[in-house]
């Protein structure tokens, strides 16, 4: 069962950037998955490991884009995604801590980055990227 479907409205219009997000959702659809199977536990820590390497290779393409177009947004962009990275590594050390709930809690922040980081933060610089020929 796929906890979120890809669609158009998901797009920022930026090939490159989609297939990264789609990435994103994937992996939530597979702690998803493993957490109908009562097997969120034992994915959490590859999850993990995969989310922490997603941020740094997705957020530098973002960032990059960014700074070749001079994106005015730039500054709080970067730190909405510290703010990300912050919160993945309280997960993992929660996670070592053998923290209750996790998955859970895991599930709930990617799910709102989504509806709120991708679907409006992600959305103000895709015209600009668009207009300087980032497709």
Known sequence: MTFIKWTDSLSVGVAEIDEQHKNLINLINSLHD???KRQGKEVLADILDKLAAYTVYH???EEKFMEQCNYQGLYYH???HEKFVDKID???RDYQADKLGLTI???AFLKDWISNHILVTDK???ALFNEKGIV
């Open 90 to 92: 309280s997960f993992i």
């Open 78 to 80: 970067k730190k909405e």
């Open 124 to 126: 103000k610089y895709a």
């Open 59 to 61: 957020f530098s393409t």
């Open 105 to 107: 809690e895991l599930m």
């Open 34 to 36: 493993a957490m109908l």
